[in-house]
Nanobody, 125 residues
Framework: QVQLVESGGGLVQAGESLRLSCAASGRTFSSDIMAWFRQGPGAERDFVAAISSTGAHTKCADSVKGRFTISRENAKNTMYLQMNSLKPEDTAVYYC??????????????????WGQGTQVTVSS
């Protein structure tokens, strides 16, 4: 049974930082592209960042470039999202997702088959 469990969300003030974690089990983690998506109130689920199975390649949404960093530790079956200089518009439920690495990092929700339950991030102004 595949499980993706996010943690690290919370309430912070604008300009502060948070680090999200996603712990994976039930799949060969080192064979998967891992990604972060987020969904704000009344909004669609949007791509945030993704990382290839080896960690050699990453992709980030323009809205978070220079502020968010995605990383992974395959030995721990865990992915991270370091979020710095947080803004109120970053407020959302953050989801981790997984798909097998076929060599291309996808940014659409339709391309990811495994999802976590989400963790809330709230940034106050």
């Amino acid at each position: 049974q595949v499980q993706l469990v996010e943690s690290g969300g919370g309430l912070v003030q604008a300009g502060e930082s948070l680090r999200l974690s996603c712990a994976a089990s039930g799949r060969t983690f080192s064979s998967d592209i891992m990604a972060w998506f987020r969904q704000g109130p009344g909004a669609e689920r949007d791509f945030v960042a993704a990382i290839s199975s080896t960690g050699a390649h990453t992709k980030c949404a323009d809205s978070v470039k220079g502020r968010f960093t995605i990383s992974r530790e395959n030995a721990k079956n865990t992915m991270y999202l370091q979020m710095n200089s947080l803004k109120p518009e970053d407020t959302a439920v953050y989801y981790c997702a997984a798909q097998h690495d076929y060599g291309i990092i996808q940014t659409s929700t339709a391309d990811y088959h495994y999802w976590g339950q989400g963790t809330q991030v709230t940034v106050s102004s």
